[in-house]
Nanobody, 123 residues
């Protein structure tokens, strides 16, 4: 059974940086790499896709974070990272990771989600 655990959130000032980690268990990335994505949900808003990474390490990003966020994976550690730079107050949300697959270029999430990690950007 695949499980995902997010970590690395916190409170940061505008312009600051955070690195989120998504540790995946129940599957061995080095043998069965799977696509992973980060979503976020701000209070009163729908959950939105932030970034995704394919099995071979290609990343895609929402327009709102392009040029500021990067996504990477360490298959030896079964972990996916989201590096967030130049953070803005609008980035404040709970960030979740999930596994899934790409279908015609679109990430389709599984029903497995982590518990989320809070990111707060405030002066």
């Amino acid at each position: 059974q695949v499980q995902l655990v997010e970590s690395g959130g916190g409170l940061v000032q505008p312009g600051g940086s955070l690195r989120l980690s998504c540790a995946v268990s129940g599957i061995v990335f080095s043998i069965y790499p799977m696509a992973v994505a980060w979503y976020r949900q701000a209070p009163g808003k729908q959950r939105e896709l932030v970034a995704s990474i394919s099995e071979d390490g290609a990343g895609t990003f929402a327009d709102s974070v392009k040029g500021r966020f990067t996504i990477s994976r360490d298959n030896a550690k079964n972990t996916v990272y989201l590096q967030m730079n130049s953070l803005k107050p609008d980035d404040t949300a709970v960030y979740y990771c999930t596994g899934g697959l790409f279908r015609q270029g679109v990430f389709v999430p599984s029903d497995r989600w982590g518990q989320g990690t809070q990111v707060s950007v405030s002066p």
